[in-house]
């Protein structure tokens, strides 16, 4: 018996026609592998992860995925499915179920911007367009993950998110997807998700989850400025003057420490009510996803992250409906100048430390780096808050 897909599935072109034909179809992408059967399974779990789809093909084939968004990403960590297509088994459902199955790994937490990226939008993608009506099976299970993104998993599904390593038993499926669909780093591609969602969608979603009471900057009375302040790496050195300067422009400020970030029920609804979210590149700027369309994001760039910056958090504001501020540091602004000098390849050329690998430069550039904003050059840091004024008083 076939399952239908409301909204479609991931898979397109030959492998579309593949799984309409065989039940059966893989979506290789540049950065996720995702499996989909819209018929009968079963799924077994006494072992790691088994699924058994039902074929008439006399060739009988086998597929290995490892369950996580992004596969350019070390999985060794990452606990493989085994997908075996068979014209028969042996195997008898202990648990039958009426709704497909979505299978995934939690293997890499512990980071805001990861978890994010890399598990919650991938969710979304790939499970929004079944209405709650789908089960997931979390491979390399994490109880905190789940206590922790409780609201949005909840959402996304109706029914309790099983452990395999705590349900050693056979389960039967209508249908399902192992793996998770990703598309670029904190994006959704409307025109490839089930449904057309889009980063309007997922933003709004945000909203609703979490009871957040701004939708556009607009709405919110007195500009409200909400200052990142890390506590370890790419700190800002001379935090208090920074504070004075941006209270001084006519901006209340908030400042949220990196500790205080993990409890989204109420970092959601502060970073909301706020008109600017301002920090140095890292994890917390992911929070700008909570911002309310309108609102302005400000990334600090230390040396030697430029691309990482405008990759990761600064390319992103324009789907997010954000305006969005990069004030990239002088050389003496960063406190690697201490300790190499000015005119050391670290400071003048980071693109020949980089081309020595990543454990250089990130030793370097993102767990030894801190940032001292010179007052001196407040006058060239001083406008972008300028501008941010007149463009919130335009709303």
Same mark, same amino acid.
């Given at each position: 018996?076939?399952?239908?897909?409301?909204?479609?599935?991931?898979?397109? *072109?030959? =492998?579309?026609?593949?799984?309409?034909?065989?039940?059966?179809?893989?979506?290789?992408? %540049?950065?996720? !592998? $995702?499996?989909?059967?819209?018929?009968?399974?079963?799924i077994?779990?006494? /072992?790691?992860?088994?699924?058994?789809?039902? /074929?008439?093909?006399?060739?009988?084939?086998?597929?290995?995925?490892?369950?996580?968004?992004? &596969?350019?990403?070390?999985? &060794?960590?990452?606990?493989?499915?085994?997908?075996?297509?068979?014209?028969?088994?042996?195997?008898?459902?202990?648990?039958?179920?009426?709704?497909p199955?979505?299978?995934?790994?939690?293997?890499?937490?512990?980071?805001?911007?990861?978890?994010? =990226?890399?598990?919650?939008i991938?969710?979304?993608?790939?499970?929004?367009?079944?209405?709650?009506?789908?089960?997931? @099976?979390?491979?390399?299970?994490?109880?905190?993950?789940?206590?922790?993104?409780?609201?949005?998993?909840?959402?996304?599904?109706?029914?309790?998110?099983?452990?395999?390593?705590?349900?050693?038993?056979?389960?039967?499926?209508?249908?399902?997807?192992?793996?998770?669909?990703?598309?670029?780093?904190?994006?959704?591609?409307?025109?490839?998700?089930?449904?057309?969602?889009?980063?309007s969608?997922?933003? &709004?979603?945000?909203?609703?989850?979490?009871?957040?009471?701004?939708?556009?900057?607009?709405?919110?009375r007195?500009? /409200?400025?909400?200052?990142?302040?890390?506590?370890?790496?790419?700190?800002?050195?001379?935090?208090?003057?920074?504070?004075?300067?941006?209270?001084?422009?006519? !901006?209340?400020?908030? @400042?949220?420490?990196?500790? %205080?970030?993990? +409890?989204?029920?109420?970092?959601?609804? $502060?970073?909301?009510?706020?008109?600017?979210? $301002?920090? $140095?590149h890292?994890?917390?700027?992911?929070?700008?996803?909570?911002?309310?369309?309108?609102?302005?994001?400000?990334?600090?760039?230390?040396?030697?992250?430029?691309?990482?910056?405008?990759?990761?958090?600064?390319?992103?504001?324009?789907?997010?409906?954000?305006?969005?501020?990069?004030?990239?540091?002088?050389?003496?602004?960063?406190?690697?100048?201490?300790?190499?000098?000015r005119?050391?390849?670290? @400071?003048? =050329?980071?693109?020949?430390?980089?081309?020595? *690998?990543?454990?250089?430069? *990130?030793?370097?550039?993102?767990?030894?780096?801190?940032?001292?904003? +010179?007052p001196?050059?407040?006058?060239?840091?001083?406008?972008? !808050?300028?501008?941010? *004024?007149?463009?919130?008083? /335009?709303?």
């Amino acid at each position: 018996m076939q399952y239908t897909f409301r909204n479609g599935s991931f898979i397109a *072109g030959e =492998d579309l026609k593949k799984l309409e034909a065989t039940g059966f179809a893989c979506d290789r992408a %540049e950065h996720s !592998f $995702v499996c989909v059967a819209n018929r009968s399974v079963i799924i077994d779990t006494t /072992t790691n992860i088994t699924v058994y789809v039902p /074929t008439n093909q006399t060739v009988q084939e086998e597929t290995s995925v490892r369950p996580y968004a992004r &596969q350019e990403d070390n999985l &060794q960590y990452v606990t493989p499915v085994k997908i075996l297509q068979r014209n028969s088994t042996s195997r008898v459902c202990q648990y039958n179920h009426q709704i497909p199955a979505v299978v995934f790994s939690t293997a890499f937490i512990g980071n805001l911007f990861h978890e994010f =990226d890399d598990l919650i939008i991938p969710l979304f993608i790939t499970t929004r367009h079944f209405e709650s009506r789908v089960l997931l @099976i979390m491979e390399d299970h994490n109880p905190w993950f789940l206590s922790k993104y409780s609201k949005i998993i909840s959402r996304l599904s109706g029914y309790q998110v099983m452990n395999p390593a705590a349900n050693r038993s056979i389960h039967c499926f209508p249908g399902s997807v192992v793996g998770l669909k990703y598309h670029n780093n904190l994006f959704l591609n409307c025109s490839d998700i089930p449904g057309g969602y889009s980063m309007s969608d997922f933003r &709004q979603f945000l909203v609703e989850t979490y009871d957040l009471k701004f939708w556009h900057v607009s709405q919110i009375r007195n500009p /409200t400025l909400i200052l990142v302040s890390r506590e370890k790496t790419r700190r800002f050195l001379n935090e208090d003057e920074i504070v004075r300067m941006m209270q001084e422009v006519g !901006f209340k400020v908030v @400042i949220v420490r990196t500790q %205080e970030l993990s +409890d989204l029920d109420k970092i959601s609804k $502060v970073v909301n009510s706020c008109s600017v979210l $301002v920090g $140095v590149h890292g994890a917390g700027l992911t929070n700008e996803l909570f911002l309310p369309t309108g609102a302005v994001m400000v990334q600090v760039e230390p040396l030697g992250l430029e691309w990482a910056s405008a990759t990761y958090f600064g390319g992103p504001t324009e789907t997010m409906g954000l305006h969005y501020l990069r004030y990239k540091i002088t050389p003496e602004e960063s406190s690697l100048v201490e300790f190499y000098g000015r005119n050391h390849p670290v @400071i003048m =050329d980071p693109a020949s430390v980089f081309a020595e *690998g990543y454990r250089v430069p *990130g030793l370097l550039y993102v767990d030894q780096q801190d940032v001292r904003v +010179d007052p001196g050059i407040y006058s060239l840091f001083l406008p972008p !808050f300028i501008v941010i *004024g007149l463009v919130l008083r /335009t709303f």
